[in-house]
């Protein structure tokens, strides 16, 4: 005897076992999926943390005037964050600092186009132009 499923489907008494499979392993997915986007949203947490820390360690350096040490981590941190404005923001200021005046200019565009009402980074940007020359 075969019954219609939804009206679209014919089935055979002996293709419920593999519905109910399937119907299992569609649950076992959901659940999945859960768990995923826990362990997702917890790593994307851990990894804030983790940036925001090595602001924090970049900032002291950067206040001690020690580019040598703030530079790379400046630098980790865009590779993770390309967009972070204070990043870009002191890496440019930290470059700038340190000589290298035409390698600060990219991070200080990319600071004015992120936050183009905070003229700080365009002080900056005005100043490695105006000294690159």
């Known amino acids: 005897m075969k019954r219609r499923c939804s009206g679209r489907l014919t089935l055979s008494p002996g293709s ?3 519905i109910s499979s399937s119907r299992c392993s569609l649950v076992i997915c959901g659940y999945v999926l ?8 917890k790593t994307a947490s851990a990894a804030h943390e983790d940036l925001t820390s090595q602001l924090k360690q970049a900032t002291a350096y ?3 005037a020690n ?3 703030s530079i790379p981590i400046l630098k980790r941190i865009l590779q993770q964050s390309a967009l972070n404005y204070f990043a870009n923001l002191l890496l440019g200021e930290d470059l700038f600092h340190s000589g290298d005046i035409q390698d600060a200019i990219a991070p200080l565009e990319v600071a004015c186009r992120v936050r183009p009402q905070d003229a700080t980074a365009e002080v900056y940007l005005a100043d490695a132009a105006a000294t690159g020359r």
Do not use: K, N
Request: hydrophobic share 45%; proline share 0%.
């Open 16 to 18: 419920q076992s593999a």
């Open 34 to 41: 859960v768990i995923m986007s826990l362990v997702t949203a």
């Open 62 to 64: 950067h206040e001690q």
């Open 67 to 69: 580019y040598a040490r």
